[in-house]
C-alpha cells in the first residue's frame, strides 16, 4: 500500500522517508527489540556534528552497503533547510523565560512514562511491568517474573493483548 504525504513546508522542513518498491519493511532484531532498517543505520550517526542532511546521505550510503537492502529499499530525502542545521545544534533560548518554561512543562508531561506495575495471579506468580522509553515516540514494555510457587519449574510472562480493559 502506498501513503501519501501532504506537506506544508515552510521553513526549515526536513522530510525523510525510506521504503522499498513492493512496500515491505526491513526489519533488524536484537533480542527483544526490533527496528526499522533505516532507524538501525540512522542511531549510528545520529550525534555526529555533521549538516542533517549530509548525515542523512551518508546513512542512504550505509543502507547501500548493506547486503538485505542495497538496490531494494531507498532513502528519499526533502528538505528546504536555509541554513546548516545539525542534531547536535546547542538549542537557542527564547528571549521569554515563560514561553520556554511552559514549553519544557508541555514536553515533560507528554514523555512521562507510567508507573511499574506489580500483577499478582491466583497461581502464586508475580509479574513486574516495567517501561522505558526509546526516542520520543517509542515505549518499551519489559516484564519480570519476580516471585514464582516452588511447584512451577518455569514462568515467563509475554504481552499478548494490547485491547483497552474498561
Known sequence: SFRAYVLCLTKCVLVCDCRCVDAEAYEVNKGSLSNGIFISFLRQRLLEDEKVTVMLDRVAEDMGQCEITRGRQ???????????????????????????????????????LPERKYLQFDCGVRVQLGFAAEFSNIMIIYTRVLEKPANVLTCSAQLTDFSEVS
Open 74 to 112: 531507498a532513502l528519499e530525502l526533502r528538505s528546504n533547510l536555509s541554513e546548516r542545521r545539525a542534531l547536535t545544534d546547542r538549542i537557542q533560548g527564547s528571549d521569554c523565560p515563560e514561553a520556554t518554561s511552559a514549553r519544557n512543562l508541555q514536553w515533560a508531561i507528554a514523555h512521562v
